[in-house]
């Protein structure tokens, strides 16, 4: 903490977290300074306002940990899908979140340049990519990305995955989201077993 930098209390960490995740003034006018993290995300997802709750959720979570929850979210909305199985950009998305070296991330920037990022999918290879150390090729001058970025694109992929295939499911689906969302919190949270 630098100097005269008062310790944050939990309700400014939380108002902090809501203006990173820049949700909306609806969802903003619901924050009050007794709510935790975890009631006001409860109270989002109470308001219908999944696009606030699902953008808390992506900043909220270590960028890994936020690219995982995203494939969870596509991987369920495409199990569904018959004739429809994830393509294989997914598939290096997820060796990335397994193994989170440079070779798979960069694997999943190829992935993304052929696919572009317009699907779930192709949104979470490249929020894969942005959460590395840099930008540029190896042997350049590191160039870090904007700290940001894995986090909207995963809020982003986490959102078209709701309505991408059977719209009229999403309300259904973000709620099973926000359930993977709460089980991978609460996992992170346990201590270490040795």
């Known amino acids: 903490m630098g100097s005269g930098e008062a310790a944050k209390t939990p309700a400014s ?3 902090e977290l809501c203006e990173r995740a820049k949700v909306s003034d609806e969802a903003k006018a619901l924050l009050t300074s007794e709510s935790s993290t975890k009631e006001f995300i409860a109270l989002l997802m109470q308001k219908e306002l999944f696009k606030d709750a699902l953008r808390m959720v992506a900043y ?17 909305a495409f199990v569904n899908q018959e004739g429809k199985p994830l393509p294989p950009i997914h598939a290096a998305v997820e060796r990335w979140v397994s193994s989170p070296n440079e070779e798979n991330r960069w694997a999943a ?32 001058p590191p160039t870090p990305p904007p700290g940001h970025i894995t986090s909207e694109m995963v809020a ?19 709620r099973v989201f926000m359930q993977k969302a709460s089980a991978l919190i609460a996992r992170m949270q346990q201590p270490q077993q040795q």
Request: glycine share 10%.
């Open 109 to 140: 920037r190829q992935g993304a340049n052929k696919e572009k990022p317009k699907t779930p999918s192709g949104l979470l290879a490249m929020a894969a990519f942005f959460a590395g150390p840099s930008m540029t090729a190896p042997n350049s």
């Open 60 to 76: 909220l979570l270590p960028k890994r940990e936020a690219v995982g929850w995203g494939c969870l979210c596509v991987r369920h």
């Open 156 to 174: 982003g992929a986490v959102y078209i995955a709701g309505v991408v295939h059977e719209p009229e499911k999403a309300k259904e689906k973000y």
């Open 13 to 15: 960490a939380l108002q």
